[in-house]
Each structure stands twice: as C-alpha cells, then as structure tokens.
C-alpha cells in the first residue's frame, strides 16, 4: 500500500528516536542507519491504517530487526581484524538521542556501549529500551514477546553486568575539556612520568584498526605500560604523516559525552580517542581508528565550528 504524506511524515518524526535506539543496540552508527530504512521499508509495505499505535510497531520491527543483525553481527566480528569497538559519536550528533537524565546519558557513554558487547541481544534490547528510552516493561516484552516477568529478570541481569566494578563518574562538558587538555599536556612532554600520574594504576589502552590502520590487538595494561605507549603515539614524525596523508591536528572535544581526543587532518577526522575517567584518574583509553567508524564523525566534525583550535599538531 502506497503511503501518503502523512505516513511518511509520522515516520520521519519518529526517526530520531529509532536511530538512537538503533545506535545504542549496534553500536555502530552506519549499521543503525541501515534498521532505521530497513524499518521504513517495512512501514511503506504495512498496511498502515490497521497500526493502532504507530510508535509502538515502529520500535518493535526496528528492536527485532536490530537483535538479528546482531546475532549475525556476532559471527562477523570473531573474523573481525584486531580488537572491535564501538563507532564514537561527537557531542552534538542527533543519534546519540535522549541526554535529559544521568541514566540516558550513561546508557550511550562509550564505556557503556563497549560492556554492552558483552550481554546477550535480548539483554542489551531490554536494558536499552528500559535505561534510555524509559519504556516500561509491559512494553518491552510486547516488543521482544516475551513475559513481563522475563523482561524485568533480563532487565537486572543487564544492569548487574554493566554496573558491576564499574565506578562511574559523571563529567559535564567543561571538566571533561580539562581531563583532555591535562591528558594532552602530560602525553606531548616526552616523558612518561606525567602521564602515569593522571592513570590509575590498572589503566588499560587498547585500539581499534579494522585491519586497515595499524592498532595493538592486546591491551596495554598498567599505568607505566599505557604511558609509555601513548608517549610513543603522539610524539610526531614524518611515518605518522605520511600513513594519515597529511599533518595530524588534535582537538580536546566530547564523543558519547565524555572526554575525547580528535585527530584531524584536512577536516577528515582520522581518530578518535576516549578516555574513561574516574575520580582516582583516567583508566581507560579507547581509539578508534578505522576508517569506515570514522565517517559520520568526520561529517559533523565538518558541519561545526571549531573557534579553539587545535591543541597540538603531530
């Protein structure tokens, strides 16, 4: 049934909320925009004057959809060169959806959307759904169809797993500009003495390449490790210009509301770097350097004003 402009435009409004939802359950942003029209193509195929609640049909066929992209998503990635991590959105892109609460805030923290990997489709669809969107549970197990009581023990589940040993810190935009200026100032002294003291002690790094930008499969762990790692990182060189096309300029900026750093030649972003930070220090340092997780940030990297500058160049 053809759909008339109403139809479409009671889609497009509901769009933002399904790429948010789409997002936090693929942790990849190109992914979550391939549901999201996989979704529409459905709704233009429906017969849409028999849907009582719209919103509701939406989120069920894009929630179902997600969970079987990532199941196979899950085979992919034990093929998947090196270590695979979340694609990071900058602050400001619509994608990473609701901001209004702490819990909606963590739910797309980068942190959160790596320990996300760890849970089960169905896990990770209700904590999503609950977490981030509020949805109550009646609803999410119409969503998923399953029972009430199924939803809420999976709900739990989910929360002990992302919540356990995790102590989580909520930074506002202007603290975590400063952990990336400190960051940036200790990492380009040449030394690794003033890196390890902004570092807990059982900090870890570890990066993501694709294959196709080199990056350490196993983590660096410890502070001393991870130091002298990142001292080698941004000391700069002809070899580091010549792999990016170009000179390097790092940015202090927010990806998933957390402190970032922004690697940028030409206006093409070519990494990102978040940090977890903690009151005790940094003790977690996630890039993202492939390519293709790089696109959307490098569009909305060049749709926004950058007045500051960068902070140094390599």
Request: glycine letters at 6%.
């Amino acid at each position: 049934m053809a759909l008339i402009t109403s139809d479409v435009d009671r889609f497009q409004a509901a769009r933002p909320r399904l790429e948010a939802i789409a997002y936090r359950l693929l942790g990849s942003a190109s992914e979550a925009e391939d549901a999201v029209q996989e979704t529409f193509l459905r709704w233009q195929a429906a017969d849409v004057r028999r849907i009582e609640v719209p919103e509701a049909w939406l989120t069920k066929v894009l929630t179902n959809w997600c969970l079987n992209m990532l199941t196979s998503a899950r085979a992919r990635r034990e093929t998947y060169v090196g270590r695979w991590l979340p694609e990071p959105l900058l602050t400001g892109d619509p994608m990473l959806g609701p901001a209004d609460t702490a819990e909606q805030r963590e739910s797309v923290s980068y942190a959160v959307l790596v320990l996300l990997e760890r849970l089960s489709p169905n896990e990770r669809a209700v904590y999503v759904l609950r977490e981030a969107f509020d949805y109550p549970h009646r609803e999410i197990a119409e969503v998923l169809e399953i029972s009430e009581a199924a939803s809420q023990q999976l709900y739990h589940r989910a929360k002990k797993h992302i919540t356990d040993g995790r102590a989580h810190t909520e930074i506002d935009e202007a603290a975590a500009r400063r952990i990336v200026e400190e960051f940036l100032a200790a990492a380009t002294t040449g030394r690794t003495e003033p890196l390890v003291r902004l570092l807990t002690q059982d900090a870890f790094a570890v990066g993501d390449g694709g294959g196709k930008v080199p990056a350490r499969t196993k983590a660096f762990e410890g502070a001393l490790a991870v130091a002298t790692f990142m001292r080698g990182l941004f000391k700069p060189g002809a070899a580091k210009r010549a792999h990016v096309g170009g000179t390097p300029e790092i940015y202090a900026t927010t990806a998933n509301g957390g402190p970032a750093v922004v690697a940028v030649v030409e206006g093409r972003v070519v990494g990102i770097i978040c940090l977890e930070a903690t009151a005790e220090g940094i003790v977690a340092i996630r890039s993202q350097a492939n390519p293709d997780k790089l696109v959307r940030a490098t569009e909305q990297w060049s749709a926004a004003d950058h007045p500051e500058g960068p902070l140094h160049t390599l």
